[in-house]
Nanobody, 127 residues
């Protein structure tokens, strides 16, 4: 079973940047897609970004496109989320997700795409 540990969250002013990291262990990291989700207070969890097993394919929610970048380092079994031009509405707990397949598919549900989750890291953007 894969273990996922997020880090890098914190408090930042609007317009600022943060870089989240997610270290994975427990299975062959580079066989699977990885993703990031977030959940704001009082809202449902939502998809943020996903990356294929080799980093060759990425997918983003419209709300973060052109501001966030997902990447991975398979040698370090780590996936990253670079977040730029942060807005107060980006405030949420951010969760790393381990994929069930080598690629993320928009036609699959979240649970069909991802089978493991980290504990989350808080990101707070002040106005």
């Amino acid at each position: 079973q894969v273990q996922l540990v997020e880090s890098g969250g914190g408090l930042v002013q609007a317009g600022g940047s943060l870089r989240l990291s997610c270290a994975a262990s427990g299975r062959t990291f580079d066989n699977y897609a990885m993703g990031w989700f977030r959940q704001a207070p009082g809202k449902e969890r939502e998809f943020v970004a996903a990356i294929s097993w080799n980093g060759g394919s990425t997918s983003y929610a419209d709300s973060v496109k052109a501001r966030f970048t997902i990447s991975r380092d398979n040698a370090k079994s780590t996936v990253y989320l670079q977040m730029n031009s942060l807005k107060p509405e980006d405030t949420a707990i951010y969760y790393c997700a381990g994929g069930r397949h080598p690629y993320y598919s928009r036609t699959y549900s979240d649970t069909e795409n991802f089978g493991s989750w980290g504990q989350g890291t808080q990101v707070t953007v002040s106005s």
